[in-house]
């Protein structure tokens, strides 16, 4: 080989090397991913506004790789049905009752299990607990995951005089807060009704309910101030705790790449230290939503929370028949209340 044409051949070389140098790095292809919920798109909702901050921190996070759309009001999927819409990859992400999903995952019954706690730090401290961590395995094997703890209280409304006690539901019709709630209910002389909240104001409306255990985010979002006369708040006692994370459908999550699974992971953890004043600040929301309304609003005492152990004793004996294998996550459960 020549001299001048072995010197060509170098410079051609170092060239290519510096042109690969030079080539800014491969940007992946943008993704939009599908958020559904049950709830109108309206930021005073404070489970709302957590996921529109998860959202807008997720797209500053990836630089606009992943951006997410929002689909409220079911209008992508059914409440009742977002377990389904997640495990097979219609829905990407849901900010999701879990209670909802208990048909496919019995576990899921304990995170409204009645009688486990009294305040929202009870709550707040159970993320971090063994028995949530089984229960959330149970998700992850369904087909969904928890990107980020969401908290929520509830109290319960009436057509009538409040209820704080079970002598106070007696002969009523009375919208419960999960199955073994129901089962509380019935002892207590209540006819329990199911069905989901987007659905309880056409009910109370119509007579169909006397009263109404939900969230505090359903009780303003569907405007319950509006069929009710009294208002038992949640922001003291309650019997009505459950979670409503931000989840991603594991079809999804199996999608991304490392460095995309990570950053919803820490977006998610970033968000979770304010869920808890996040969730007294909405219980105390809804209560003045009641009262500028004329609704009359008062509070649960410790000795009326109390009065109702009896009936939740029997709930969770219940739920031991029902699903022995699940046992031992309530004790766990039971072993750690406060």
């Known amino acids: 080989m020549s001299k001048t044409l072995l010197s060509g051949t170098l410079a051609a ?3 290519a090397g510096l042109s690969l140098v030079a080539a800014p790095a491969a940007r992946a292809e943008p993704i939009t991913l599908k ?3 049950q709830w109108p798109q309206d930021e005073k909702d404070y489970v709302v506004a957590a996921a529109v901050k998860f959202a807008s921190e997720v797209e500053k996070r990836t630089n606009g790789e992943i951006k997410i759309t929002f689909y409220p009001a079911q209008s992508l999927a059914k409440a009742s049905n977002t377990h389904v819409a997640l495990k097979t990859g219609t829905v990407d992400l849901a900010v999701y009752p879990y209670i909802y ?3 496919a995952i019995p576990e899921m019954n304990l995170i409204l299990m009645p009688g486990i706690w009294k305040t929202h730090d009870d709550v707040f401290a159970f993320r971090k607990s063994e028995a949530w961590k089984k229960i959330e395995a ?3 094997a369904y087909g969904f995951k928890t990107l980020s703890w969401i908290q929520i209280s509830g109290g319960v409304a009436s057509s009538g005089a409040p209820v704080h006690g079970p002598d106070d539901v007696k002969g009523k019709k009375v919208r419960a807060a999960g199955k073994y709630m129901e089962a509380a209910l019935h002892d207590a002389g209540a006819t329990p009704v199911s069905m989901p909240s987007s659905d309880n104001y056409n009910a109370m409306q119509l007579g169909l309910l006397d009263a109404m255990w939900t969230s505090s985010s359903s009780f303003g979002a569907f405007r319950l101030y509006e069929v009710s006369k009294a208002y038992t708040s949640p922001e003291e006692y309650s019997v009505y705790f459950t979670i409503e994370p931000i989840a991603i459908s594991m079809k999804t999550w199996e999608k991304l790449t490392p460095a995309q699974q990570k950053i919803l992971t820490e977006v998610g953890a970033s968000l979770e230290p304010g869920s808890l004043a996040g969730a007294k600040e909405e219980d105390a929301r809804i209560a003045k939503e009641f009262a500028d309304h004329g609704v009359k609003v008062t509070k649960m005492s410790l000795k009326e929370w109390d009065s109702w152990q009896p009936f939740f004793k029997r709930s969770h004996e219940k739920f031991k ?3 022995p294998q699940a046992a031992p996550i309530l004790d766990m459960m039971l072993a750690g209340k406060s």
């Open 35 to 37: 958020l559904a919920h």
């Open 101 to 103: 999903a208990a048909g």
């Open 138 to 140: 149970k998700a992850e």
């Open 321 to 323: 028949a029902d699903f």
């Open 13 to 15: 070389v170092l060239l």
